[in-house]
């Protein structure tokens, strides 16, 4: 158990409708990774927040935003959701920016 | 831009060793990280480099050559238990964001 904790484990939603991944990170950890990976796909890093700022982004799309709240969680909220949406949604953290990220157990995320 | 390559597929008996390498293109280079992920799982750092040489963690090796933009992974002692997928990573650029490969996936045949 990495210490980074994803709810919910599996969705289910159909397309054009708006969900919200949630992330606590490691007990300390200040920064939080957002990753999508599709099937037979790596991670592709999505965006990055380090206590409670945006610090870098990647291939986000529009439809998709996060943040990341006082209290260090994050939420990642995802919009006007389309069939290739359909992906395993990992969270990680750090203690720093330039430190390992230690990875959740993820989101599973199924449009219909 | 960044890119990593490592082979799709590596296959290898128990009790064997494997290795997995991995290239890079990156501006800004950083470090090198290993990760190992089960079907459907987390992904699980395994090691770091962050400078020229091998590093050892128990049956696992991961090595650095920062001139030749290459590392790799080595597993001895293979067990079943160790089928799974290999992710490398760059960590590059003022980000330090880590840039995964595509992955390895490794199948351990008794």
């Known amino acids: 158990d990495s210490g980074v904790t994803q709810t919910p484990k599996h969705l289910i939603t159909a397309t054009g409708q708006r969900v919200t991944l949630r992330c606590s990170p490691r007990?300390?950890?200040?920064?939080v990774y957002w990753y999508q990976q599709s099937l037979d796909q790596g991670l592709q890093f999505l965006i990055q927040?380090?206590?409670?700022?945006?610090?870098a982004k990647g291939n986000i799309l529009e439809r998709f935003s996060a943040q990341q709240f006082p209290d260090l969680h994050s939420e990642l909220n995802l919009s006007s959701l389309e069939l290739g949406d359909s992906a395993l949604y990992f969270c990680?953290?750090?203690?720093?920016?330039?430190?390992?990220?230690?990875f959740g157990q993820g989101t599973r995320l199924t449009v219909v | 831009g960044q890119s990593l390559e490592q082979p799709s597929e590596v296959t290898a008996v128990e009790g064997a060793i494997v290795q997995i390498n991995c290239t890079y293109q990156t501006s800004g280079f950083y470090g090198l990280s290993w990760y190992q992920q089960h079907d459907g799982g987390a992904p699980t750092f395994l090691s770091y480099?962050?400078?020229?040489g091998l590093e050892e963690t128990g049956r696992f090796s991961s090595f650095l050559s920062r001139s030749d933009s290459y590392g790799y992974l080595l597993l001895q002692e293979l067990q079943m238990k160790d089928s799974a997928s290999y992710f490398c990573a760059v960590r590059s650029g003022g980000s330090y964001i880590p840039t995964f490969g595509r992955g390895t996936s490794l199948i351990v045949h008794p």
């Open positions: 990680a953290s750090s203690v720093a920016t330039n430190t390992e990220a230690f």
């Open positions: 927040y380090y206590n409670g700022e945006e610090r």
């Open positions: 007990s300390g950890d200040l920064s």
């Open positions: 480099n962050g400078l020229d």
